[in-house]
């Protein structure tokens, strides 16, 4: 098989990877967003709460409300070092509400759609770089265009120009895709939303006014 060849199907898989990579994230961030079925579950009364209905019902009423799911999202970046925050903020929030029905997911801090579309336009640019500096004369043939002695001295020393060009991609896809957020949202209400450095103190204080304001210990 000619080396040609062995690159094209390199190119190709390329591609493919590229591509099943982006769907991954939306298909799982899906999942997650998909409603849980509830079962709810018959209620028998006992001689007591015959007797006394009000202060039972007050007692279930919070028994209740302490068994509804408190759905915690918690968003980072997880170019950074934010999932140890994450991990933290889960660790004290299960600790300190053991009582509670509480449900921590982690996802994706959005990326700015410019910065995707950036981010995507240069791998696209990265596979057509690889394309020409192995197959320039073929399409230049194609479009009838006249090979110039300046494309001979790249595709001599293309591996460099190749592996220069994966550095400055990598670089730059990087930077478009760190945003370094941390974002906290509870029964989708907003709890804390910051760029940059986390304050876990903050945000386990936040979070612990937010369920004792709303949920009857």
């Not at 298909?27 to 709460?49: C, H, L, R, Y």
């Not at 919070?62 to 799911?69: A, D, G, M, S, V």
């Not at 915690?72 to 509670?100: F, G, M």
């Not at 410019?114 to 696209?124: P, T």
Request: charged content about 20%.
């Amino acid at each position: 098989m000619k080396l040609e060849s062995i690159i094209t199907y390199i190119f190709i898989l390329l591609i493919v990877v590229d591509q099943v990579s982006l769907r991954r994230p939306q298909q799982k961030q899906v999942e997650e967003n998909k409603p849980k079925e509830e079962i709810e579950q018959p209620v028998i009364q006992s001689d007591e709460e015959q007797k006394y209905p009000e202060e039972n019902n007050q007692d279930q009423q919070r028994e209740y409300k302490n068994q509804i799911p408190i759905i915690i999202d918690i968003q980072y970046c997880n170019r950074t070092s934010h999932h140890e925050a994450y991990r933290e903020v889960e660790k004290v929030i299960l600790k300190r509400y053991p009582q509670l029905n509480i449900e921590i997911i982690p996802s994706q801090y959005p990326v700015p759609e410019i910065n995707q579309q950036i981010a995507q336009l240069f791998q696209y640019g990265q596979y057509g770089l690889m394309a020409l500096l192995f197959f320039y004369k073929q399409l230049f043939g194609m479009l009838g265009i006249p090979v110039k002695p300046i494309f001979d001295k790249i595709a001599e020393k293309k591996m460099f120009v190749l592996m220069g060009f994966l550095f400055a991609n990598t670089m730059i896809q990087n930077k478009m895709l760190t945003t370094g957020g941390f974002r906290v949202t509870a029964d989708s209400n907003l709890i804390y939303d910051q760029i940059g450095q986390v304050n876990l103190e903050a945000v386990t204080n936040l979070l612990s006014q937010f369920i004792n304001n709303n949920i009857k210990l």
